[in-house]
């Protein structure tokens, strides 16, 4: 983390974030940025040597550390001695939840709310831009308000993170719950594409159809878009164009069969649309990743951004091993005693979550604050 260290000094946290964010703190203001970002450093190089019986614990008071430093270095009206001293969340799981079970529910104000409402305004994704230039489509998130009551599981949450897709499916034997969708453009005649990856269809046509009907299930707005290609040598991925579907779209007649796939007919010029950031949904940006986003199941239609779901999902994490410590350890040992089945399914799913939280926490607070510091 020699970012979040390079930050730490408060001339180099001075001058970047009047590059940045086009203000300049003064002494006080700058002082107590730097003080969190050391603070949720020191945090973050604990839970590295940390057992895995109190790491949720570093990881979360870290998380909130590099939370403040965020909300005072973007909002130049913030005071650390302002800032909401409650969490925010507020731990509902039933007193023998197993850990899939375990639930939160997002209260009226507090830490997450402020953090929420910081890096909802973030979102915002950057195509891969085939003509040299650098096109770039925000998708604010949800704000606080609009969450206050909403009541999540970690399973829930752990479902919608991205890096953890492989390890959700084997743990739970379905499918997660974001789908990433590169964005290609402009092309000659403002032609756009953007490509996912599905079910595969083992060289069937009706299996083939089958994997567009659920790629347009599962992320609507393609429903708008021309297909244009299906490529088996790439993971089984689907390509659609910026035009609206024709009526034959999918008839065998105007699709061509190839060795590794299927293609359809090019869309002419006249018909592709420019609107394109209305017709790509609701994407979600993942930190360090360029090219396009996610598309990510709503939770009674909100979008929530991914550092939110950490922050929630560490706060479940934190609380599960102060209030709920023999649940915890019970999971721990891998075993089923004392008359309760093992509860062992999701350890994996759980430190898997926490390196990725060590890897892009840091790192999304760095670019914010100086962007392209991050190595």
Known sequence: MIEIQYLESTENLKKN???SQRWTPNSGQTEAIAACLRQGRLFFDAAKRAPLEIRPLELYYGTSAYAKALVLAVDRNRRIDN???AHGVS????HNARLEQLSIVVN???TFQEFNDCVRTLNRIRPIAVDGSHPEFAFPAADSASVVGLKLSLKDIFGR???LETLYRATFDERENIDYVQVNGPEEGFGWCVSVNSISWNGS???FVTSIEDARSRMPFLRRWTFQEANALSGSSLMFR???PLANELDPNEIQTEKW????QHPAFSRYFRDIKSSLGHLMAAPGMAGGGYYMQPINDQYIAFQSLQFLALHLLSSLVRYRPATWMHALSRSANNGRAADDAMLALIEGFMERVQATIPTFVADVIRPGLAI
């Open 17 to 19: 974030i009047l590059a």
């Open 83 to 85: 800032l909401q001293q």
């Open 91 to 94: 731990d509902k799981s039933s």
């Open 108 to 110: 009226e104000r507090g």
């Open 161 to 163: 993170l991205p890096g």
């Open 205 to 207: 046509f009706g299996n």
């Open 242 to 244: 910026n035009a609206e």
């Open 261 to 264: 796939g299927f293609t359809g």
